[in-house]
């Protein structure tokens, strides 16, 4: 007999308060004049900072919780707070961008923090079912978020094949997890780790399901051959809802990720991580060489966001491979520099872009190393720790996760992921010498940056260069971090 | 006060910031007082520091700041295992309390003179903001205990100056002389690097204390190849930054930025770097002979022929970019010989008598509205008697007439290359002429510029104007310590203590040994006496020449014939590089790349018919990558990108059946293989 | 025996049904299929003697939501979507990777299938406490995935007006 107890709700509460504020937002938005509708987003970003204060002041005990359905551990409380500040970065980033795109709603600001829930409960949960529902409310309310802007055919293009493909892979993750239940009875994590350690548990279809419910995650992720669906939506979706999408979401998929294959995979060790060598290889290598060609930033930083996701897959495949916490801690680590300079870039670009998000070809900023040096120097700034230049965030993440998968003995992977990542510095490198070393006049934005956004774009811009300069605490809390409960 | 000694790069830094930030919105006068007295702050700080070394016995402070990159265990070269760790710390000893001096102090001068010199250009904060930034980097290189951090500020300073020198951007002649620095700039610090990792293998340790007792621990075998190689590679890195032969192209170019940046980077701080790091790693070159004989042979040359140069330069400040490659090159002899010391002191006086050379060139060149041909100018002496005077004093200086700093340090190094350890005639002989060279084009600057009758324009004549108070303010400081900077270092032989040499003493302590050779304190004198003698002559034919009988000059000229071509021409070196490496790379619409590509292949022909083939292909090409390595692989990249492309047709029906594909071969490995 | 034989005709009957719900051009057929589809998993449940799920089968989905279907199928103008040309002409070729996916994922039951929990059939006795059954486990171990899907509810709604409205001001 079970019944709700205080420490179990403690251990959600983030959620509550997120989903709380995001109904109280809508509530709100008839009681709001037209023009001062950024009030609700002061309203929502304030649900983010009671929500991580709250989780501060009032820590929970590990443990778990809902009859074994959440798993509050340090796994958990790393990634939440990681959620936590990408929604924070990604409000104050949309307020200004909002108002000057005319999509001024209430919904926007509900629909970021309802799929911060979710992925919150991806993150915290250790129930299949809970996680699968968590995957669906972070999905549905990006699928709208990304058509947000509806009188843009680009935008609703973007939001109807996320949905449609998006809804497909969740299908195959359902499916794993129904064979998954058929196989052992459970849908728990933890009954299913124990049940699954039995001998001649292991069959061809317990490997089949887990490559199921690969697929629907990969998805998420976006890795080859399901990241098919990337470019097109994250080039088409609102440029502060791509920030949002390319990273939190992102982020869950892989704590998924982690907490499946580095807690289930068993015996099927060996077979479940050539999958991921495979797609890690596969996925860094497409992600970089076709982002080589384009001539459109946004579409380029997704597939950069590809390759990323691959560079992650390569620290999932030491993790697994090697077994100790190196791997793990490499891939919290990454995700967390990913998250802000994929954040600061694409809400960066969101303003530069102009009304309308006219301006997104990489030609457009040409010049603009004169014409706005503050706001060049940043995106600079961004691209160079995207590609991994020393004394930023994307240097040490880079550097942990190939240590890693040295000391796991994968060379080949390592080498593949290296030549890819000097590969990847020829097309971030092209934008900062096009805005530094082009003649001509800049077709992007040259109004100064709004406030909100200026505060978001320092804070990441902070957050690269602490990660960068003093590595070693951060490094500390992710390998702190990266032992799930189960 | 040393405690917090971070401050003093982290000052420059915070005022490169402030003009990033709020730059274009704030006053011109708040941009200046923050930007000028932010480093102001920082050499009164360096100042401070400096004394409070002095109380220190053994004139030693670390301090580190907290881990930078741990890096882990390893396994060295020797199969001992290694665990690497690299701090941000700061070393202040003798040696880089000098630079720190010399770099806050002739940088704050310098920022003074600015507020003058800058104030009619656009993007007054701008300038500053990169000023700032640059006295960060320097001070990072100066003070830094590592040669990682080195190298970040090495490269800082290296995009400062590149940033700088581009700063009229407007002009095309700027953005290329911006480019060419940067990309010869990178040969270099590709060499700095490789010595960096072939240290990081062999000792375990970037750090220059450990690196330098490791080396003094008589472990090393003298003649050390791996050793050697380091130093080579080191020295390359110096090269590039110090603009010597064969790196030094970049130099007279890049005086298309503005006069105060010549003066800051390109003569008194970051060119001076490699001679810095040089003496840095001292330990490791004592072990090294034959790399110091590399070191003193291409100082020594470089000092002859960079002075030939400048005899037939026309533009006042080419002649005063190869002047500094010239006395660059004198600093090498000495690092060559073992007399680092010596290099150091002429480090310090050159910074004083160039920094004020440039700026008083400068000077000239704002009274004259822009004009920088000397064969337009003449006759200046008394309507800007100030500058005259001062440029006066600092050219004695160079030249090296006694008691001015520059005879001092100068006659140290010709002392030092011709009685040191490492010394030879030949050394001396060079350097010998050098100094004659060198009182020749200076005086043949003075005379044509500032003698003589007037050749200038004449609607630019009616504007000459002295220039502002705080442009002469800086001239006058920088003259005074070019007249008393030589006492700090005075010879014995001539009454004095040599107290700078002393001080630095205790970093130049090697075990192997640098005793002189044994001369009599006479051969000194007479040296000395020979030195000054040329100094003379040099001026005596500048004199004969340019004033007595102006029309002469022609006639020497022509009947130097060829000579004079050559000369004028600057040894043509610019054109056979270009013929060499850039006119063939621009075939392929690649200069910047194509040319790391030939220096590092060197089969040219091989790779000339490699990248004939592939600028057939890649017409796609529009961008400068500087790395040529990745060039060449952007190019296959791009090949294989298309594939990529295909896939993505934007159906959604095609995406859905892609995801089936996937799903269906990863399910089928599985299936297959378990 | 006569419940396996059931249980088969119910499959086909699902299986084939489904499979004419998404060929059929005129959405009023593919819907009524889909009613189809829904009876005769209903019937599943009834031979597994889940009442329960039985009835909300039939209660909600055919009695519910698909009557809301049939009507927005209705106020939207059938004719067009008959007459729009289609698309995917690949059909050949998605035919053929679904069919050898099903064939792995066949191969890969036939496999494993020993270690497949079979749903059995509840014993007669059980019957009475079936509903109870569902009650406990949704509302004691299931507590909070039912919670939580009523958040997911949410945002589907919001979506789904948010995108539907017309105009916004």
Request: proline letters at 4%.
């Amino acid at each position: 007999m079970t019944t709700v107890s205080i420490p179990d709700v403690m251990r959600i509460l983030p959620e509550l308060i997120l989903a709380g504020f995001a109904i109280l937002v809508m509530l709100f938005e008839p009681f709001v004049p037209a023009g001062r509708k950024r009030v609700l987003g002061w309203i929502a970003l304030l649900g983010v900072l009671v929500a991580g204060m709250a989780f501060t002041w009032a820590p929970p005990n590990a443990g778990m919780a809902f009859s074994g359905s959440i798993a509050a551990d340090g796994f958990s409380y790393f990634f939440i707070f990681l959620f936590l500040t990408i929604a924070a970065l990604a409000l104050l980033g949309s307020i200004n961008y909002l108002e000057r795109d005319n999509i001024h709603h209430a919904e926007y600001y509900a629909l970021i923090l309802f799929s911060t829930v979710g992925m919150c409960f991806m993150a915290a949960s250790a129930e299949l079912i809970m996680i699968f529902l968590g995957l669906e409310i972070s999905s549905l309310s990006t699928y709208v978020l990304a058509g947000f802007r509806r009188h843009d055919p680009r935008s609703n293009e973007s939001a109807m094949k996320y949905f449609l493909l998006g809804s497909f892979a969740t299908a195959f993750f359902l499916y794993g997890i129904a064979f998954v239940y058929g196989l052992t009875g459970t849908t728990n994590l933890v009954d299913l780790a124990a049940d699954l350690a039995q001998p001649g548990k292991w069959s061809t279809l317990t490997r089949a399901a887990l490559i199921l419910m690969f697929v629907g995650l990969a998805f998420k992720v976006s890795t080859v051959p399901f990241q098919i669906w990337t470019p097109d939506v994250y080039q088409g979706a609102p440029a502060p809802v791509t920030a949002f999408l390319s990273t939190g979401p992102k982020a869950a998929a892989f704590a998924v990720l982690v907490r499946i294959f580095l807690g289930l995979a068993g015996p099927s060790g060996p077979a479940a991580f050539w999958v991921i060598w495979i797609s890690a290889a596969l996925t860094m290598t497409v992600g970089n060489f076709a982002a080589l060609l384009q001539k459109n930033v946004k579409r380029m930083l997704a597939y950069s966001a590809i390759a990323h996701a691959g560079y992650v897959l390569v620290g999932l495949a030491a993790a697994m491979a090697s077994g100790s916490t190196e791997g793990a801690s490499a891939v919290l680590f990454y995700l967390a520099a990913y998250a802000f300079m994929n954040v600061g870039a694409f809400l960066l670009i969101a303003h530069l872009a102009g009304p309308g998000e006219g301006r997104t070809e990489i030609s457009d900023f040409t010049g603009l190393g004169r014409a706005a040096p503050g706001a060049a120097a940043c995106l600079t700034v961004f691209m160079l720790s995207l590609s991994g230049i020393p004394s930023t965030a994307g240097f040490f993440a880079k550097f942990y996760v190939f240590r890693a998968s040295v000391h796991a003995g994968l060379i080949g992977l390592t080498i593949i992921a290296v030549l890819n990542s000097v590969v990847s510095v020829y097309y971030y490198l092209n934008l900062v010498v096009t805005m530094y070393m082009r003649e001509g006049e800049p077709q992007a934005a040259r109004t100064p940056m709004p406030l909100p956004l200026y505060s978001a774009i320092a804070a990441s811009l902070f957050a690269i260069f602490y990660l960068g300069l003093y590595p070693n605490h951060f490094l500390l809390l992710s390998t702190l971090s990266s032992k799930p409960l189960p | 006060m040393l405690e917090r000694i971070w401050l003093i790069p982290l000052l420059p830094a915070l005022g490169a910031a402030f003009q990033f930030f709020f730059g274009r919105k704030v006053k011109k006068s708040v941009v200046s007082l923050v930007s000028v007295g932010l480093p102001g702050v920082s050499f009164a700080w360096a100042i401070g520091c400096f004394f409070a070394l002095l109380g220190r016995p053994e004139h030693l402070f670390t301090k580190v700041l907290y881990d930078w990159w741990p890096v882990g265990a390893f396994h060295l070269s020797s199969g001992a295992m290694g665990n690497l760790n690299v701090h941000v710390g700061f070393l202040l000893d003798p040696l880089s309390a000098v630079m720190m001096l010399v770099v806050t102090g002739v940088g704050f001068i310098i920022h003074v003179y600015s507020i003058g010199y800058m104030a009619h250009e656009g993007g007054y904060y701008r300038f500053f903001g990169y000023m700032n930034l640059f006295m960060f980097s320097m001070l990072v290189l100066v003070l830094s205990d590592n040669f990682l951090m080195m190298f970040v500020g090495w490269e800082g300073v290296g995009l400062c100056s590149y940033l700088l020198i581009g700063f009229f951007f407007h002009r095309r002649s700027a953005s290329d002389a911006g480019k060419k620095a940067f990309v010869v700039n990178r040969i270099g610090d590709a060499a700095f690097l490789l010595g960096m990792m072939l240290i990081v293998v062999t000792f375990g340790t970037v750090n220059f204390q450990a690196v330098t007792e490791a080396a003094r621990s008589g472990h090393y075998p003298i003649l050390d190849p791996t050793i050697t190689a380091i130093c080579i590679l080191l020295f390359i890195g110096a090269i590039g930054k110090s603009a010597q032969i064969p790196l030094y192209v970049w130099l007279p170019d890049a005086m298309e930025g503005p006069t105060p940046v010549s003066a800051l980077i390109h003569a008194a701080t970051m060119v001076t770097a490699g001679v810095y790091m040089v003496s840095r790693a001292n330990a490791l070159f004592m072990l090294a002979p034959a790399a110091m004989a590399l070191v003193a042979g291409i100082g020594a040359a470089t000092a002859f022929f960079a002075a030939t140069i400048a005899i037939t330069q026309n533009d006042i400040k080419r002649v005063l970019a190869y002047s500094t490659i010239s006395q660059l090159g004198y600093m090498f002899t000495a690092c060559g010989v073992g007399a680092f010391a010596a290099g150091i002191f002429h480090l310090m006086s050159h910074a004083f008598f160039k920094a004020l050379l440039f700026l008083a060139a400068g000077s000239v060149i704002h009274a004259l509205s822009g004009e920088q041909d000397m064969r337009k100018m003449g006759g200046l002496r008394e309507k800007i008697p100030v500058t005259y005077w001062t440029y006066l004093i600092a050219a004695l200086a160079i030249s090296g007439i006694p008691p001015l700093s520059g005879f001092v340090s100068k006659d140290e190094i010709l002392w030092q290359s011709y009685a040191g350890p490492h010394g030879h005639l030949v050394l001396w002989v060079a350097g010998w002429v050098t100094a004659g060279l060198t009182a020749l084009y200076m005086f043949r600057q003075i005379y044509m510029t500032f003698h003589g009758t007037s050749r200038v324009e004449p609607e630019v004549e009616h504007h000459i104007h002295e220039s502002p108070r705080s442009m002469l303010a800086a001239l006058v400081t920088l003259a005074g310590l070019s007249v008393i900077g030589g006492f700090i270092g005075w010879p014995d032989l001539l009454g004095g203590s040599d107290r700078l040499g002393h001080f630095l003493d205790p970093v130049f302590e090697n075990p192997v040994p640098v005793a002189l050779k044994n001369y009599s304190a006479g051969r000194e004198f007479d040296l000395m006496f020979l030195s000054v003698l040329i100094a003379c002559t040099g001026i005596y034919v500048a004199y004969r020449i340019y004033v007595r009988r102006p029309e002469v000059a022609d006639r020497v000229a022509k009947s130097f014939g060829p000579g004079y071509e050559i000369l004028l021409n600057k040894y043509y070196v610019d054109e056979l590089y270009d013929a060499l490496f850039v006119n063939r790379v621009k075939n392929i619409g690649n200069a910047a790349s194509g040319f790391d590509q030939y220096v590092v292949d060197g089969g040219v022909n091989g790779v000339g018919w490699t990248t004939r083939l592939t600028a057939n292909l890649s017409r796609l090409w529009d961008l400068y990558v500087i790395d040529g390595a990745v060039n060449v692989a952007a190019f296959f990249t791009k090949l294989m990108s298309y594939p990529a492309r295909v896939i993505q047709t934007g159906l959604v029906q095609s995406y859905a059946w892609l995801i089936v594909l996937g799903v269906l071969i990863f399910m089928g490995y599985y299936l297959v293989h378990f | 025996m006569v419940a396996e034989v059931t249980f088969f005709i119910l499959s086909a009957l699902a299986l084939g049904s489904a499979v004419m719900v998404i060929t059929r051009r005129n959405p009023v057929h593919s819907a009524l299929w889909l009613i189809v589809t829904l009876f005769s998993v209903g019937g599943v449940f009834l031979i597994l003697r889940a009442p329960f799920l039985f009835a909300v089968q039939i209660i909600l989905y055919v009695g519910g939501i698909m009557v809301l279907i049939i009507f927005v199928i209705m106020l939207v103008s059938v004719d067009v979507s008959g007459r729009q040309q289609q698309f995917s002409r690949q059909w050949l070729v998605g035919l053929t990777t679904v069919l050898i996916l099903a064939a792995e994922l066949g191969y890969a039951l036939y496999r494993g299938s020993k270690g497949f929990l079979l749903a059995r059939s509840a014993p007669a006795a059980a019957l009475e406490n079936n509903t109870q059954a569902i009650g406990t486990a949704l509302y004691q171990n299931y507590m909070l995935p039912v919670e939580i899907a009523s958040i997911l509810l949410l945002v589907a709604m919001v979506g789904a007006v948010l995108m539907a409205k017309r105009k916004m001001e």
